[in-house]
């Protein structure tokens, strides 16, 4: 009998995570059934949206259950297979759980790693993975940036904005960035080589924008919502584009906000704000990725992955996000790859 160890939702956290919402639990394997899959994870995905789905509110993917292990995203390899279309051995990205194996049904493979030559495994989950695609599609498909066009991306030093704030300059627009603290904004600035980088920590945000942006913002891609989400209405150009990929400063509210109460803003300046989920591109998701790895081939995208080994410390990998310690991709590694992970990239 196989044996796998989760770390499980114990109470659901109210306000900001603590190790005490999560436990760590072992239980017997069950055989597989017709049509399911048994995954071993290679990696986890650390997202912002996992904390949205341990609250008991309804969204695009149904609250996570007391006691059930934590979703997220891997990268897998498939071990048992009763679904003649996952062959044992193929490795895939999916949307299963915070243990050492999962079971699951053909919905949850997002689709199969392709190997490229050059760039890492972890490298296949992060910028071409959940990440890079959501900054791809919430930048081009919604945003929709010009060349020339001025670009302003929140949580720039992010998993997802890292990867948005490159694209957008690749693509020939003017892109500022906004992150907090000094050592985030030259990384912005000198990794990432922005245009511009606003310490929303130590610096008047609004004022650094309208010096930075003086004809106003064509495309806000907003990881946060709240005061900053409200100053990007405030500083949008004539028929600027807000792209709403996340509200992590909200994330951990009890209660629903209030929201931007400046949003007549777009009436004024006929802007338009969208929101999106990645999963309505699946389909395109191999697009995506050619020409994201291309990029990196190129060395026009630099990323960065922060990865610590062991499922125990994942919980603690996660809290993380919240404290603002983190700099681009987290991810947590439970078996060996076959490569070497640079310790430079492990916090």
Same mark, same amino acid.
């Given at each position: 009998m ?5 770390i499980v939702?114990k109470r659901?956290?109210r306000g900001? #995570?603590a190790l005490?919402d999560?436990e760590?639990?072992t239980?017997?394997?069950? #055989?597989l ?9 290679l990696f986890l995905s650390i997202d912002?949206?996992?904390r949205?789905?341990m609250a008991?509110?309804k969204?695009?993917? #149904?609250p996570?259950?007391?006691?059930e292990?934590?979703?997220?995203g ?5 071990a048992e297979?009763?679904?003649p279309?996952?062959?044992v051995g193929?490795?895939?990205q ?7 194996r999962s079971?699951?049904?053909g919905?949850?493979?997002?689709g199969?790693i392709?190997?490229? *030559?050059g760039i890492p495994l972890a490298?296949?989950?992060?910028v071409?993975?959940?990440?890079g ?5 919430g ?7 010009q060349p020339?066009e001025?670009? &302003?991306?929140?949580?720039?030093a992010? =998993? &997802? ?5 490159q694209l957008?300059k690749i693509?020939?627009?003017?892109v ?8 985030k904004?030259r ?12 310490d929303y ?12 942006a003086?004809? =106003?913002i064509d &495309?806000?891609f907003?990881? &946060?919502g ?5 100053i ?8 600027g584009r807000i ?5 992590i400063s909200?994330i951990?509210?009890?209660t *629903? *906000?209030?929201? #931007?109460r400046?949003?007549?803003q777009?009436?004024a ?17 191999d697009?995506?990725?050619a020409i994201?790895?291309d990029h990196i081939r190129s060395g ?8 610590v080994?062991g499922l125990?410390h ?7 996000l ?7 991709k987290l991810?947590v ?9 640079d ?5």
């Amino acid at each position: 009998m196989k044996f796998n160890r989760s770390i499980v939702l114990k109470r659901r956290p109210r306000g900001i #995570p603590a190790l005490e919402d999560f436990e760590l639990r072992t239980a017997s394997l069950r #055989p597989l059934e017709e049509a399911e899959i048994l995954l071993e994870h290679l990696f986890l995905s650390i997202d912002p949206a996992i904390r949205g789905w341990m609250a008991d509110k309804k969204s695009y993917l #149904p609250p996570i259950a007391l006691g059930e292990p934590i979703r997220s995203g891997t990268l897998s390899r498939i071990a048992e297979s009763r679904d003649p279309r996952f062959p044992v051995g193929t490795l895939v990205q999916a949307i299963a759980a915070w243990e050492e194996r999962s079971i699951v049904r053909g919905e949850a493979i997002m689709g199969e790693i392709k190997r490229i *030559p050059g760039i890492p495994l972890a490298a296949h989950l992060s910028v071409l993975g959940g990440n890079g695609l959501t900054a791809y599609f919430g930048l081009f498909e919604i945003g929709r940036p010009q060349p020339g066009e001025t670009v &302003v991306i929140t949580a720039a030093a992010g =998993g &997802v904005g890292m990867v948005a704030s490159q694209l957008a300059k690749i693509h020939g627009a003017r892109v500022i960035g906004i992150a907090g603290g000094e050592e985030k904004k030259r990384f912005l600035l000198e990794d990432l080589g922005l245009d511009c980088a606003i310490d929303y920590k130590n610096e008047d945000v609004n004022a650094a924008l309208k010096a930075a942006a003086p004809r =106003g913002i064509d &495309v806000f891609f907003d990881s &946060v919502g709240g005061e900053l989400l409200e100053i990007g209405l405030a500083r949008l150009a004539l028929r600027g584009r807000i792209v709403l990929c996340g509200a992590i400063s909200q994330i951990h509210e009890e209660t *629903p *906000p209030a929201g #931007p109460r400046n949003y007549v803003q777009l009436l004024a300046k006929r802007g338009r704000m969208e929101g999106f989920v990645t999963l309505d591109y699946a389909k395109r998701y191999d697009e995506a990725r050619a020409i994201l790895a291309d990029h990196i081939r190129s060395g026009a995208l630099v990323h960065r992955d922060e990865i610590v080994s062991g499922l125990e410390h994942t919980p603690q990998h996660f809290l993380r996000l919240f404290d603002g310690s983190h700099r681009g991709k987290l991810m947590v590694q439970l078996q060996p790859s076959g490569e070497e992970i640079d310790d430079n990239d492990r916090s």
